[in-house]
């Protein structure tokens, strides 16, 4: 079955960029998305991006696919303590099930 | 901005009870889904509903587990008989179709059965 795996913490301190990574199994993942979760609260939809680019930027945030070696990551730029937060890759299918597998989540922690 | 709703926030009940937990999707969406995530573990997928049908649902979504859209802007997850390793955040989510793939979450509903 498809997997997607994540590093369990990043610790960066305020300014400095952060890269979160993640690593999935399926070969038809189409559609692949980091959330983010803050404490006592949902899944915030960050970005995401389809198998058929390599790279999406929308302001602080870049994500790179490598989709040869089935690998995700986040770049946030000028990282901020409002982004410490746990973060979320996920990927589905285009099978119209539309349902994702989510990663473990990052915990990103930003210290001052 | 719309938003998934979702009540309660917290729920606790006892084992072999019966649970409902609430959502009202975005209003213009057509594909409705409830994922769980247990404490300190990934979310997972439940189950999809479209067209008033259960289009999919994972080897969680057992015979206690029901979902109705009862009206045009209510989706329900009926838990019945609740067990203890059902407690769980529980969250809704829908998804307006089409070629647009984004999912949209509600902030959950934490259930707890003690």
């Known amino acids: 079955g498809e997997d997607v795996e994540q590093s369990l913490f990043l610790s960066v301190r305020e300014g400095d960029s952060s890269v979160i990574n993640c690593t999935y199994t399926?070969?038809?993942?189409?559609?692949l998305y980091w959330y983010k979760q803050e404490p006592g609260a949902g899944l915030q939809l960050l970005t995401y991006?389809?198998?058929?680019?390599d790279m999406k930027q929308d302001q602080r945030l870049t994500v790179l696919l490598n989709k040869k070696d089935k690998h995700l990551s986040l770049r946030i730029a000028d990282t901020q303590t409002g982004d410490s937060a746990i973060y979320f890759c996920?990927?589905?299918?285009?099978?119209?099930?539309?349902?994702?597998?989510f990663g473990s989540g990052t915990r990103l922690q930003v210290q001052p | 901005e719309p938003e998934v709703t979702q009540t309660p926030s917290h729920q606790v009940t006892q084992m072999g009870q019966e649970v409902i937990l609430r959502c009202v999707p975005i209003?213009?969406?057509?594909?409705f889904y409830w994922y769980r995530q247990i404490l300190g573990q990934k979310v997972e997928f439940l189950v999809s509903?479209?067209?008033?049908?259960?289009?999919?649902k994972s080897e969680i979504f057992d015979d206690r587990f029901s979902v109705e859209r009862p009206d045009g802007s209510n989706f329900t997850l009926k838990i019945r008989s609740t067990k203890l390793e059902d407690s769980a955040m529980y969250f809704c989510?829908?998804?307006?179709?089409?070629?647009?793939?984004?999912?949209?979450f509600g902030s959950g509903t934490q259930l707890s059965v003690l």
């Open positions: 399926d070969s038809s993942s189409t559609y």
């Open positions: 996920a990927e589905s299918r285009d099978t119209g099930r539309r349902a994702l597998t």
């Open positions: 991006i389809f198998s058929n680019m």
């Open positions: 209003s213009n969406h057509l594909y």
């Open positions: 509903f479209y067209n008033n049908e259960i289009s999919e």
């Open positions: 989510a829908s998804c307006i179709g089409g070629a647009n793939e984004k999912l949209f």
